[in-house]
DNA sequence: TCGCCTGCCTAGCGACGCTAGTCTCGTGCC
DNA sequence: GGCACGAGACTAGCGTCGCTAGGCAGGCGA
């Protein structure tokens, strides 16, 4: 029986090994150096481990995405934590939006641009993206009008943070006026 | 020098084959399709053709992005053409953007999604992205406030479209309240 | 007519994601 | 304590990718 256990930990613990890892690799050199091989010998396994615990490389990328929206979920909440409820607090929230997308890209990338199959905006979608949404819902409740269904609103407001993040990392966008253009968000969304 | 010519024109010729069938063969299969094998194939020639004309598969994806963004600029500025300029223009400017994206995948990922090294939202940028961009800014001329900044403000509006389209299409928001989304959105930046 | 040069092809390099098949070693039973 | 078994890891390899080296042929100018 403990021997049973301990495998189970020391499986465990590699899975989280396997996700570090990579998760790290994506940081430091970007997502197109994650091979599984390479992987595999950061984690001093052969090849076909990896797939012992995961179905492919997708699901890989997939629990990196999973720890990324924690960590969003947790930067949104803590941005809006000490601002008042209102239009302050939506442009704190944009702002922390952003700035996680730019000080994090590869987690970005994993949440919001590679293929994971994660389930997205579905009552069986997995915790962690549910928070995050919950979390960009939350401070606009003050700041939508009469006539507005919060759910269409915040996707609306997640849909244009992401639109602006997307087209500035691939270069589409000069990076030079992003302040000004998340200015002009914010002012939209949430009036003055 | 007329046999100079005539290898010109074959060039040419060549040249836009090769385009036309990248473009069919990513809007039929999908981008992960076009390999740099099967293009050889289906325009009957050994791969290393496509390095005379290319410097490589990125620079194929950019110039069916080219062609997409004349066809883009060529939608939206007919999708105004007979509506009075104002809010309505813009949500028909709006509406135009999303089906385009809807109706061609493959040239809408080209344009704004894979890496094709093409030198956006700049004096020396190719005609058809500047042609697409103008096409965007020109209806919202008359709907932004005293205060707004004509770029910085189709920029936003531009990403936000974007955002849409891109969520959208990864199945990271569900298609189904799209429209109302997109409404919502045309509010924001049109008024009423 | 000869030699060169352009333009194409065959073949192959290193890397990718993923998997089949093998072997070793710890485990539980006689 | 010796042995059969099975879990779990490994080596090797499949098919595919983008890209390129090197050689061959056919048409051009001298």
Redesign the interface.
Known sequence: MSVQERRERDRAHRHQLIVATARELAETQGWEAVTTRRLAERIEYSQPVLYSHFSGKREIVGAVALEGATELAAALTHAVADVPRGPAAVAALARAYVDFAERNPALYDAL??L?TGLL???AASPAPLRDAFQALLDPLADVLGED??PD??A??F???????V??TR?????RE?AD??LD??VA??AGG
């Open positions: 919001f641009l293929d997205f905006a579905d507005a269904d269409r609103f996707e609306v997640w849909s244009a943070l992401h639109g602006l997307a087209l691939s270069g589409r966008l000069p006026a000004r253009r002009l968000l939209r969304f």
